[in-house]
């Protein structure tokens, strides 16, 4: 090798050397910018662990709540009608007393008497858990209280009035529970001036009906006069 040669490689040296002087900074910037978005990316990543573990556990809580809210519904259904059947039994305690003070007396007359006490007991028992009966007899029937189990031709009743009650019918509060079943009154006169009033017409009997008939027939005649004979 020429001493040009070793002159022109050592000078090639030099510029490469230079060259990456120049670009040391740029390149170390770079670094420095995917270091830091790389940082970010994983403070993402525990981010996105974090979320998912917490709704894993939210779902897990929501999940023992669902279970604790049936069983506890469950329960009370269960045990809700525990304080009425509490009562009902002292009355049953009474019902049994009074059997058996009759036997042993054999005094009919004493057995009626404990049964209309226990009867009027239950009564006021359920009455004050809002329990009311229907009032039936001589009421206008109405479909949503009554249910008509027979209807009946009468000319002395109201068109339908309730004229005999077979079964009580019963209220919970404000609700029916129960409607009660009737016998119901079918008036035809009623009807029939009901129907003459809505159609704006009045009632006429068979009697004056033919003698307008007749009067208007006569009328007729009296316009024509005689008949004449050839």
Do not use: W
């Not at 993402?44 to 023992?64: G, M, S, T, V, Y």
């Not at 079943?181 to 129907?195: D, F, G, P, S, W």
């Amino acid at each position: 090798m020429t001493a040009k040669d070793k002159k022109d490689d050592k000078n090639k040296d030099k510029n490469q050397d230079s060259e990456t002087g120049a670009q040391g900074p740029a390149v170390r910037a770079d670094i420095k910018d995917i270091e830091a978005e790389l940082k970010v990316l994983r403070e993402e990543l525990l981010k996105k662990d974090a979320f998912q573990d917490r709704l894993l556990r939210l779902q897990a809580e929501f999940d023992n709540f669902r279970k604790r809210s049936a069983r506890e519904k469950q329960e009370f259904i269960k045990y809700a009608n525990e304080a009425l059947i509490i009562e009902l039994v002292g009355m049953l305690d009474n019902f049994e007393r009074s059997i058996k003070a009759a036997d042993q007396k054999q005094d009919f007359k004493l057995l009626h008497q404990g049964v209309d006490m226990i009867s009027k007991q239950l009564h006021k028992l359920l009455e004050e858990k809002g329990l009311r009966r229907i009032n039936s007899l001589g009421e206008k029937f109405d479909p949503v209280r009554h249910d008509a189990i027979e209807v009946v031709e009468s000319a002395d009743a109201d068109d339908g009035a309730v004229l005999e009650e077979f079964q009580p019918g019963y209220m919970l509060n404000d609700k029916i529970i129960r409607p009660a079943m009737v016998k119901v009154a079918k008036n035809n006169k009623q009807q029939a001036a009901c129907t003459q009033a809505e159609s704006g017409k009045e009632p006429q009997s068979g009697d004056e009906e033919s003698n307008k008939k007749g009067g208007k027939e006569n009328m007729e005649e009296t316009e024509k006069g005689p008949n004449t004979q050839d």
